[in-house]
């Protein structure tokens, strides 16, 4: 069987296009799924490092106040503020708190004191962005250690938050 020039020319297109995709789908496709894997870690790290100025900057602004000004609340203190504020605003944005879980153990940071608190809170995405608004104006320094959100099969927003109070 003889083969023309012009199909020798075909088949060499065909192998070369053959040769593009296979190269593309699994050389290049893979790398530009690894790349939007690393650029979403590194927004997860930008986040975080955020999330690290701003209590840092928080904690300087508590220790440049005066401290004969400043009159430390004992932890029973700190505890009840904290709860009460949180129960109040719950209430009021109408969200169904889950569970609220003070960890009493004190740690110490520089000259000041944290305490841990663990809250699970349902309800809309608008009340939960409320929610989370009226712990940044709170009266006592709330720094949000974490923060989670999930949604249920009736588009209930759950939200997961641990909170360090300083004191």
């Known amino acids: 069987m003889k083969v023309s020039k012009r199909e020798q020319w075909?088949?060499?297109?065909?192998?070369?296009?053959?040769a593009a995709y296979i190269l593309q789908q699994y050389v290049f496709?893979?790398?530009?799924?690894?790349?939007?894997?690393?650029?979403?870690?590194?927004?997860?790290?930008?986040?975080?490092?955020?999330?690290?100025?701003?209590?840092?900057?928080?904690?300087?602004?508590?220790?440049?106040?005066?401290?004969?000004?400043?009159?430390?609340?004992?932890?029973?203190?700190?505890?009840?503020?904290?709860?009460s504020y949180l129960a109040d605003n719950i209430a009021y944005l109408d969200l169904n708190l889950v569970s609220l879980k003070p960890h009493y153990s004190?740690?110490?940071?520089?000259q000041a004191s944290l305490m841990k608190f663990d809250l699970?809170?349902?309800?809309?995405?608008?009340?939960?962005?409320?929610?989370?608004?009226?712990?940044?104006?709170?009266?006592?320094?709330?720094?949000?250690d974490s923060f989670k959100l999930g949604r249920k099969k009736n588009n209930t927003i759950t939200s997961s938050v641990a909170i360090s109070a300083y004191y």
């Open 120 to 144: 699970i809170v349902e309800g809309s995405y608008n009340q939960v962005y409320k929610f989370m608004s009226a712990i940044e104006q709170s009266p006592n320094l709330l720094v949000v």
């Open 29 to 83: 496709t893979a790398q530009f799924k690894a790349i939007g894997v690393l650029k979403d870690e590194i927004k997860t790290v930008e986040l975080s490092l955020l999330t690290a100025r701003a209590k840092e900057k928080q904690l300087k602004s508590v220790q440049a106040k005066a401290p004969e000004k400043i009159r430390r609340k004992t932890k029973e203190e700190l505890a009840l503020d904290v709860i």
């Open 106 to 110: 004190t740690t110490t940071v520089k």
């Open 10 to 18: 075909l088949l060499l297109g065909a192998l070369c296009i053959a």
